[in-house]
């Protein structure tokens, strides 16, 4: 992120400003700290978050002691630019206790992984990495990927009526990823299905 992109009000708290810092993936609020324009500055330049410690009166970059860094993914100011959004991706528990976030929460939510795993077959589908079955799905066209999720659907159908609850697990895992690869291979994100499920339900 360029610097000139943000304008921010250090003057409003005496040369300090909030910053919130929530994990890109689960969107869980990791931790809150104070950034001088130094330590806004070297965390654009380090692309890893470093703040200015109140009680040692000097820069302190997040991990700098644990290697638990806080990589940004980004940073965004808020309505009256006077307090950060930082979103990152941690490098290990958050909070100098060992727990994931500052405010004891688990840094976990199953469903964040969906997206997740969809920007992962997406890179797939753009760098093509021999020896990948997603390449490999790819490359077989639109035609063997649609057959693949009738194939997944019948056999979690299957599970569910003659088998196992691990192999319904199992099988419906199986269905829901080819069905992802089917949706990233026209275009579309697992996020349009959430959309139309949520107009259905209004």
Known sequence: MEKETIQLDFEKMGGLVPAVVQDDVTQKVLMVGFMNEVAFH??????????????????WTKGEQSGNFLEVKSILPDCDNDTLLIKVTPCGPVCHTGTDTCFGEKNEDALSFIGYLQDFIERRKQEMPQGSYTTSLFQSGINRMAQ????????????????????????????????????????????DLVRELQKRHQ
């Open 148 to 191: 693949k999720v009738g194939e997944e659907a019948v056999e979690t159908v299957i599970e569910a009526t003659n088998g196992t609850d691990d192999r319904l697990i199992y099988e419906a895992s199986d269905l829901l990823y080819h069905l992802i690869v089917l949706l990233t291979s026209k275009g579309h994100r697992i996020e």
């Open 42 to 59: 070297k965390t654009l330049d380090t692309n890893r978050v470093t703040f200015f410690s109140r009680t040692k009166g000097r820069l």
